[in-house]
């Protein structure tokens, strides 16, 4: 199966539309002022038909006035194969260059030089200067080298000759699978809707693949599209894949509701960000200088956004140069690794560079750090342990699962796993459970943890040991990893020798064992009441009903040994309900962003009083932080 995206690119006035009706019997400009003023003004579409049924031949035909480029941006992404059109009695202009510029940055893999108007009266040295700015323009570009084609729309043999070209160079195109992509991806161009049938979306897919019946999800916000029909080159199939241009009949979706630059994943809950991490490259012929925390246009997928560029290890970027950034935007974007993307002035919307996205929902980064520059240097690099390293090091506030980190780097499971495998062998990762750690880190945890375990043991009048839910809770008062991944933790820890646990007491290697507590039938009646109460909470004054002789020392020794929560001078908990509202917060927060109370307590399954009281907290632990109505997870140092 072949399957190519041909974009036709150049300056205004120079034949592109002309050229793809001579190639394919299709007008392109579809709408009426394009008509009428005789001039491309957004995206044109069409196919290049061959004998073979295998072969897919999609065309985008993009508007060269500098007008319009926000258009032809938003059909740049996904082409792989270029027409770069130069009219012979004009050269290279300024639109040639720009759109050159977009496309090789944006990794387009060939093409051939397309000289137009040939039938008119050029003369030779006119011929030779546009062939000299040409060969300037692809100098040690992706087209360099490339084959020159001069055509005439009145002349059907220059047609036919640059129709077998293409179809020679796009079948010679090698297989590009560096990596197996498996996730659907398409950010969507085009919406309209047709009677009896509903909403229609079209877009060139970039990775994965989709058949009919299959249920897509619509970004931002995750919402559930079904596939009932699939269109490539206006044929209805059963289903598509990567480098095709698709329409897709999406019938419970509101047209209203949906816009280009929305994206359609095969993937449910795919996480987005306001923020992303890159490498930001400024073009040799931009006329600005990029600084620290400049505003400009982000142009990436089939949208754009205003957007702040925040330098992490320059006061500025000039032409030629590269370097790390940090991009905001206002609204929150489904980034992919490496995916590409251009920046443009906000005055007049010249494009200023290009970059690539390195870390999808980062961290807050911090201007100068040696530790991150390393980080992004990992994920520059062509090879996937080496990504894998990077991320696993840098985030040492959770232990990676593999699907965490095939999101991350848009891999499949498969081979982030096999990597991840020879990577624990040469003993450059841990694996802890289902999860890996950074060597380094785990070291690190350890010795904070024979520190906690020495102060206890310096403290204790009567034994060597912490019971197991204290020492959870203190050592995570360090460190924000969430109770499973610690479980997993101390398991490791213990198997290596490096800790003792009897009857849930922890101890030092070496230390005598003991435990500290029995159960006693007061403290087993407290702990009962409470798990009866489940998230409900309990007044110190209530336990008065339970008939015990010192109900509030019991409770203390409890709280000493992490049995019992105190939520505040006179209300507790079980501390295994606690932890279990925690675990649904942390759930609630990972998947959705900052959580509001409602949001809190519908998961939970409460009423709204016991659920405030259990997110202020988790506020004064310090495991939450408020932002007016919401609530988000605390990023640990």
């Known amino acids: 199966m072949l399957n190519c995206i041909i974009g036709v690119i150049g300056h205004v006035d120079h034949g592109k539309t002309a050229l793809i009706k001579a190639l394919t019997g299709h007008d ?26 295998d072969e897919t031949l999609a065309i985008i035909d993009v508007p060269g006035h500098k007008d319009y480029l926000k258009n032809m941006l938003a059909g740049a992404p996904g082409i792989d194969f270029v027409l770069l059109v130069v009219a012979l009695d004009e050269g290279v202009m300024p639109q040639t260059k720009q759109h050159f ?8 893999r060939s093409g051939i030089v397309v000289l137009t108007k040939s039938d008119l009266a050029i003369d030779d040295l006119q011929k030779q200067k546009v062939y000299d700015e040409v060969r300037t323009l692809t100098e040690d570009s992706f087209m360099e080298g490339a084959p020159f084609i001069d055509v005439s729309y009145k002349d059907q043999a220059s047609i036919d000759k640059l129709r077998e070209k293409i179809l020679e160079s796009v079948r010679a195109l090698p297989t590009q699978d560096n990596r197996s992509f498996e996730q659907f991806r398409m950010p969507i161009d ?7 049938r509903g909403t229609v979306v079209t877009g060139s897919v970039l990775d994965g693949a989709c058949s009919v019946a299959d249920t897509l999800y619509l970004y931002p916000g995750s919402v559930p599209a079904k596939v009932r029909s699939v269109q490539t080159c206006n044929q209805d199939e059963e289903g598509c894949s990567a480098r095709q241009r698709v329409a897709f009949n999406l019938p419970g979706i509101d047209k209203n509701l949906v816009k280009r630059g929305d994206v359609l994943l095969g993937r449910e809950n795919y996480p987005t960000s306001s923020c992303m991490l890159c490498k930001v490259s400024a ?10 925390n400049a505003r400009a246009f982000l142009s990436i997928g089939t949208t754009r956004y205003d957007a702040r560029i925040q330098l992490l290890d320059n006061a500025s970027l000039s032409s030629g140069n590269s370097a790390y950034a940090a991009i905001y935007i206002r609204d929150t974007y489904p980034f992919f690794f490496r995916e590409k993307f251009i920046l443009q002035e906000m005055t007049d919307g010249e494009p200023i560079g290009s970059g690539s996205v390195l870390d999808i929902k980062p961290l807050k980064p911090k201007r100068n750090d040696t530790n991150l520059a390393n980080y992004l240097d990992r994920l520059t690099s062509t090879e996937i342990t080496d990504n894998i390293l990077g991320i696993i090091t840098h985030f040492i506030h959770n232990f ?17 796993s096999e990597s991840l495998e020879n990577l624990v062998e040469q003993a450059q990762i841990t694996k802890i459970g289902e999860r890996y750690a950074s060597p380094r880190v785990l070291d690190i945890l350890y010795q904070d943890a024979l520190r906690l375990c020495e102060a206890h043991k310096s403290s204790s009048l009567h034994n060597q040991g912490m019971p197991k839910a204290t020492f959870l809770h203190k050592i995570q008062e360090l460190y924000y990893l969430p109770n499973k991944q610690f479980g997993e933790w101390l398991e490791y820890v213990v198997s290596e020798g490096k ?30 009441l409470l798990e009866n109460r489940e998230y409900k909470g309990t007044k110190l004054d209530d336990l008065s009903e339970l008939d015990l002789s010192n109900p509030r020392s019991v409770v203390n020794r409890l709280v000493q040994e992490g049995k019992v929560v105190k939520l505040s001078s006179d209300l507790i908990m079980s501390r295994k309900y606690f932890d279990c509202a925690f675990a649904c917060f942390e759930r609630l927060a990972e998947e959705n962003g900052p959580v509001s109370l409602p949001q809190y307590r519908d998961e939970l399954g409460i009423s709204r009083k016991p659920a405030q009281m259990l997110l202020e907290a988790f506020d004064a632990r310090g495991l939450t932080v408020r932002d007016g109505d919401l609530r988000h997870l605390k990023q640990k140092a």
């Open 28 to 53: 392109t400009d579809r709408l009426a002022e394009e008509k009428k003023r005789k001039i491309t003004i957004d995206l044109g579409f069409t196919s290049l038909q061959t004998d073979n049924p």
């Open 101 to 108: 510029n977009i496309i090789e940055s944006l990794n387009a």
């Open 190 to 196: 085009r919406v309209f809707s047709l009677e009896g």
């Open 283 to 292: 073009f040799e012929s931009t006329r600005f200088r990029l600084k620290n």
């Open 400 to 416: 990676l699962s593999v699907e965490e980190i095939s999101l991350r780097l848009n891999a499949n499971d498969r081979d982030v």
């Open 499 to 528: 800790l003792l646990i009897d009857s849930n007491v922890v101890y030092l290697p070496g230390a005598a064992t003991q435990t500290i507590y029995t159960s006693d039938n007061d403290g087993a009646t407290i702990i009962n």
